[in-house]
């Protein structure tokens, strides 16, 4: 099953961008790159997927490198309420369910004021 | 927000004793997921469903069952409590399309067993 290596905590400061990086070299071609964030004592919230193009939405951008072997999701402008921790995570549209997705320990983001 | 509730939200409870958590939802979705969170380690499946009476294991299912009568409710049972299933418990539900669909996540179940 395809893994994901994410840096196990990252600090910004507020109202700065920040980018949050997540290595998959093993990623499949069916495999979909998903992101959650899990704020304090919370369960975890979908943010952003793709499969190759760059996607923008509401909550942030997810950069996906040419080879797909690294991702890449912007917040624009961080906030205090940004402060969690953020899983990149792959789904495989032929596995037809989720038992083959793998939840790492994500990267603790830190905002500062 | 996906309506989803779990309870109860905290319980405490000894070795040995019987556990039911459950899982209500709202959105009328097909599947339907119970994790455990743990520290040290990701958010690891146990069971899931995709419909009515229709479950299957996930990677940590040993000690757990499920059930599901209705779309609406999804019911973890730990037949005899272990001190191992101390753990926060997640609901979630998905639509169909598994690889492209959001995960909706219910605000969590504490469960200790002293």
């Known amino acids: 099953d395809a893994k994901t290596t994410q840096p196990n905590s990252m600090e910004s400061n507020e109202e700065e961008p920040v980018h949050l990086p997540c290595n998959h070299s093993t990623i499949s071609g069916t495999d979909y790159i998903h992101w959650y964030r899990q704020l304090p004592s919370q369960g975890p919230e979908y943010v952003i997927h793709?499969?190759?193009?760059?996607v923008n939405n509401r909550m942030a951008s997810l950069a996906i490198a040419e080879d797909r072997k690294s991702s890449t999701l912007i917040l624009h402008r961080a906030t205090l309420r940004d402060a969690a921790v953020y899983y990149c995570?792959?789904?495989?549209?032929?596995?037809?369910?989720?038992?083959?997705?793998?939840w790492g320990l994500g990267t603790s983001l830190a905002v500062n004021p | 927000d996906a309506g989803i509730t779990q309870s109860p939200r905290h319980k405490v409870t000894e070795t040995g004793t019987p556990v039911t958590l459950r899982c209500h939802q709202t959105?009328?979705?097909?599947?339907m997921y119970w994790y455990r969170q743990d520290p040290g380690h990701g958010l690891r499946l146990i069971h899931y469903?995709?419909?009515?009476?229709?479950?299957d294991k996930g990677e940590v299912s040993d000690g757990y069952s499920v059930s599901r009568s209705k779309t609406e409710d999804f019911l973890l049972t730990l037949e005899s409590a272990t001190s191992s299933q101390t753990s926060v418990y997640f609901c979630?539900?998905?639509?169909?399309?598994?690889?492209?669909?959001?995960?909706?996540f219910g605000e969590g179940s504490r469960l200790t067993v002293l």
């Open positions: 995570i792959l789904r495989d549209v032929e596995a037809g369910n989720n038992r083959k997705l793998i």
């Open positions: 959105e009328n979705h097909r599947y």
């Open positions: 979630a539900i998905s639509e169909v399309g598994l690889a492209t669909g959001e995960l909706f």
């Open positions: 469903s995709y419909g009515v009476k229709d479950t």
């Open positions: 793709g499969l190759t193009s760059n």
